[in-house]
């Protein structure tokens, strides 16, 4: 936490702020306020605050958004819920919003066109009132008047009626007052005042306003018993008053009959129209927004004792009416609360339909119910299956990764559980799989691992059997090299120091390659340097070995060798060729030039007639040595090493590289035949072991290895 208020830009810019904040604050408190310039900075201080708290706020909502989105189980779950839950939500909200606006306005129609029966009533009992005083002459208007009103109260009980006095002229086409009236107190002794009913909501009123037409009035009042109108301590009640005049143009009264929105009227309008009014708030008259209409027909009661308690989806469905101020007329605004009974409703409806119709009604209606059943049952189905699903799929997940990382550690005998046959069950069995050859390989390639050291040493063995170090021998320039094709070869050479200046050179290819070669090539060089000091010939000494070897070599394997004895002492040097390679004599002089020579022999190692034909083809030759000879012993690794075309190197481009470049070093010349095999095999691999040796005689003893 400190780290992030202190080495951040953002949290030292809302240390820093609300330091200069509470530093502005004591400041202010001491001086009584602050001047104009510290209020900048103080603002200036509440923005820096408010920019490093929104910094935070964002990387908190990035960061626990990425923790929460990093299981794929809530990755699936919230895509669900987003694709389907929510989806279906908002369909069943919007269904339930569309029956709530179709059942609020129709609702609201009823009452309104009930309360507008109403007052139609109470506006021709008025009227026709007022004409039936106007043929008595205007004698016994009291009497009409309470007759009239017994009548109606059967109907409407707390009905009440009022005579009351007017001058005016109703002469114009648009019925409007044209003369004034007279006051109250001068028209109240007058006989044109009387009333009948209880006229327990409101004094009788003893006037009619300006604002009533000439053509009557009926309409929606509210009055209250505890305040005015929209005052806290309101009890607001709904009255229908209707106003009549005679048929006259210059009437001297008129007719007032108010009738109460009582329980027995509310319980009337709901038996007609199945919509219960519950409660009534209005504002007050002077609240009423401008441009809003002056007459309406709308109606309600406050408080009062409901019939019976409704409970529902629509039990207070809220409706806006207009009611007026009898003194003034103007219009206020009420809030009627009611509740719909959608059963009572939809008989209602349906009534006037027939019983064939309402019963294709219920039958459509049933069918929506089952609709709706099945549609939540299969949205609880859909939702417990994608949870299902969505754990399903994520459990194999989670296996998946607590396998990965047991393999990821080390362990690969972890299996995991196959659950199921799907893809995801066969994912498992392919892990499972997997992480079995994975260990499988493992152990091969522990086991390739320790052969190929059990090779490198065998390598090492290998090429410390052959000879270490320069050759140094007077008169003599004595270099070789072997390269096995793999870690352990065939191919074998050696130098035998035999004494009285003599020099036993032996090159040798056991057939095949690798360790059983390189095995018998062990076997080869114990013989020799046994045989060497008993045989000084080579031809005798190729003839023991060969009997030797017979005995104990495979019957699949033979050996090629070509063995020379140089003798410094006598100027000479003689060889026997094994089946081996033929030798390439370069003679020293101004110009060189190269032979190949090849004296006939078989292969060691062949167990045919006890060896007596291998004595009896074997060869054996002397060629006197001169300064500048060179001699080249080689493997068939040398000749027939073969590039990209299957192309063979070849012993007669061995002896003209050799002749072109016979007056170089021995050493010069081995590299410059290794570079040329080299650029001749390009990228082809080395197909079999190379080993060649470079003897050349010197006029002065430099003896290079």
């Not at 992480?435 to 493992?442: Q, R, V």
Request: net charge neutral; glycine share 8%.
């Amino acid at each position: 936490m400190r780290r992030y208020f202190l080495q951040t830009l953002a949290g030292r810019a809302i240390v820093v702020g609300l330091a200069i904040k509470l530093a502005l604050a004591i400041a202010s408190a001491i001086a009584g306020g602050l001047p104009a310039f510290l209020t900048v900075v103080d603002t200036a201080a509440g923005l820096a605050v408010a920019a490093g708290t929104a910094y935070f706020v964002f990387q908190l909502i990035v960061r626990a958004k990425r923790r929460l989105l990093w299981r794929v189980r809530r990755k699936l779950i919230l895509s669900y819920i987003f694709v389907g839950f929510v989806p279906a939500l908002l369909i069943v909200a919007f269904f339930l919003l569309c029956g709530f606006l179709l059942f609020y306005n129709f609702s609201s129609y009823l009452v309104q066109s009930r309360l507008r029966a109403l007052s139609e009533e109470t506006r021709f009992l008025a009227q026709s009132t007022a004409l039936e005083i106007q043929r008595a002459g205007g004698r016994d208007g009291s009497a009409i008047l309470r007759r009239r009103e017994a009548a109606a109260a059967e109907q409407y009980p707390e009905l009440s009626m009022a005579l009351v006095p007017v001058r005016r002229s109703c002469a114009t086409s648009t019925g409007t007052p044209q003369a004034s009236e007279v006051t109250p107190q001068a028209l109240s002794a007058e006989r044109w005042s009387a009333t009948a009913g209880p006229w327990k909501h409101l004094d009788p009123p003893t006037y009619l306003p300006t604002w009533v037409p000439c053509s009557g009035f009926a309409g929606v009042f509210a009055y209250t018993h505890g305040g005015p109108v929209g005052s806290p301590a309101e009890d607001t009640h709904l009255l229908v008053r209707g106003a009549g005049f005679p048929d006259s143009p210059h009437p001297a009264y008129a007719v007032v009959v108010d009738l109460l929105i009582n329980d027995r009227v509310r319980q009337q309008l709901r038996g007609e129209t199945g919509v219960e009014v519950k409660a009534v708030t209005a504002a007050a008259p002077t609240e009423l927004l401008p441009g809003q209409p002056l007459q309406g027909r709308a109606g309600g009661h406050a408080r009062g004792t409901p019939s019976g308690p409704t409970t529902g989806f629509l039990s207070s469905v809220p409706s806006l009416m207009e009611y007026r101020e009898w003194a003034t007329g103007t219009p206020g605004m009420l809030n009627v609360t009611t509740a719909v009974s959608i059963p009572d409703l939809y008989d209602k409806i349906s009534a006037a339909e027939g019983s064939v119709g309402r019963t294709f009604s219920q039958g459509l209606l049933l069918v929506l119910f089952v609709i709706g059943a099945l549609f939540l049952i299969i949205e609880v189905i859909a939702a417990l299956a994608g949870f299902a699903l969505a754990r399903s799929i994520t459990g194999s997940v989670h296996e998946l990764f607590t396998g990965t990382e047991r393999v990821r550690q080390g362990d690969f005998t972890h299996k995991i559980a196959v659950r199921s046959e799907d893809q995801l069950g066969e994912l498992a069995g392919s892990f499972n799989q997997m992480t079995a050859s994975i260990e499988d390989l493992l152990r091969e390639a522990a086991e390739k691992k320790r052969l190929e050291e059990e090779l490198r040493i065998a390598h090492e063995i290998q090429m410390s059997l052959l000879p270490q170090g320069p050759l140094r021998m007077p008169g003599l320039s004595v270099t070789a090299l072997c390269v096995p094709a793999r870690e352990v070869g065939g191919d074998y050479y050696d130098f035998l120091s035999l004494g009285d200046q003599r020099l036993g050179v032996l090159i040798a290819d056991v057939s095949g390659k690798g360790t059983s070669a390189a095995l018998y090539m062990a076997e080869l060089k114990g013989l020799v340097l046994s045989l060497s000091r008993i045989h000084p010939s080579p031809r005798e000494l190729l003839v023991q070995a060969n009997r030797l070897i017979a005995e104990h070599l495979d019957a699949r394997s033979f050996i090629t060798m070509t063995y020379a004895v140089v003798d410094l002492r006598a100027c000479t040097i003689t060889y026997a060729r094994a089946g081996h390679t033929p030798l390439i004599y370069v003679a020293g002089g101004s110009v060189p030039q190269a032979r190949i020579l090849a004296p006939d022999g078989l292969v060691l190692g062949l167990k045919i007639d006890n060896g007596e034909m291998f004595e009896r083809l074997l060869q054996e030759e002397t060629i006197p040595l001169q300064a500048g000879d060179l001699y080249v012993f080689f493997t068939d690794g040398i000749s027939e090493a073969m590039n990209a075309r299957d192309d063979c190197f070849g012993e007669a481009r061995l002896g003209q590289l050799v002749e072109a470049h016979a007056h170089l070093r021995s050493d010069e010349l081995r590299e410059r035949v290794l570079r040329e095999i080299s650029a001749f095999v390009g990228d082809a691999p080395q197909h079999d072991d190379m080993t060649m040796i470079l003897l050349k005689v010197d006029e002065v003893a430099e003896a290079v290895a």
